[in-house]
């Protein structure tokens, strides 16, 4: 496994953490939903979430929230609102996560390297999915 980022930049611990970022694995499932996540803090979150209360109710889709934080960015769903611009070519995006992955196209980074075959991408679910399934 290489990744492009200084291996100084993750502790020990949080090796396997990162590596599943690259490679999509999601080991840690939710007894509540059975819904699959990456780390054990993000399916802890998950199931924080789920066994709160859900105080924040879209108007549009009567879906819940617990946290208001996502009920904001749901929201964005329904209002189109893309708060997020490319600081290259103003594209927009609604979700911080596609604008990060938008912006790394511009400046030509790949951080992503397939174990399989060695290529580096800016994003690599795609291609393992199609090249690797």
Same mark, same amino acid.
């Given at each position: *496994?290489?990744?492009? +980022?200084?291996?100084?930049?993750?502790?020990? +611990?949080?090796?396997?953490? *990162?590596?599943?970022?690259?490679?999509? &694995?999601?080991? $840690?499932?939710?007894?509540?939903?059975?819904?699959?996540?990456?780390?054990?803090?993000?399916?802890?979150?998950?199931?924080?979430? &789920?066994?709160?209360?859900?105080?924040?109710?879209?108007?549009?889709?009567?879906?819940?929230?617990?946290?208001?934080?996502?009920? &904001?960015?749901?929201?964005?769903?329904?209002?189109?609102?893309?708060?997020?611009?490319?600081?290259?070519?103003?594209?927009?995006?609604?979700?911080?996560?596609?604008?990060?992955?938008?912006?790394? +196209?511009?400046?030509?980074?790949?951080? $992503?390297?397939?174990?399989?075959?060695?290529?580096?991408?800016? *994003?690599?679910?795609?291609?393992?999915?199609?090249? *690797?399934?």
């Amino acid at each position: *496994h290489r990744c492009s +980022l200084p291996r100084s930049s993750y502790g020990t +611990l949080h090796i396997a953490d *990162h590596k599943r970022t690259q490679t999509g &694995d999601r080991p $840690f499932s939710s007894y509540i939903c059975q819904e699959a996540f990456r780390t054990e803090t993000e399916l802890q979150i998950h199931e924080w979430s &789920d066994t709160k209360e859900r105080t924040f109710r879209c108007q549009t889709c009567q879906k819940a929230f617990a946290q208001k934080c996502n009920f &904001d960015r749901h929201k964005r769903v329904h209002t189109g609102e893309k708060p997020y611009k490319c600081s290259t070519c103003a594209k927009a995006f609604g979700n911080p996560a596609n604008w990060k992955r938008h912006e790394r +196209l511009h400046r030509g980074e790949r951080p $992503f390297r397939c174990e399989a075959c060695g290529k580096a991408f800016t *994003h690599i679910n795609k291609h393992q999915k199609r090249c *690797h399934p």
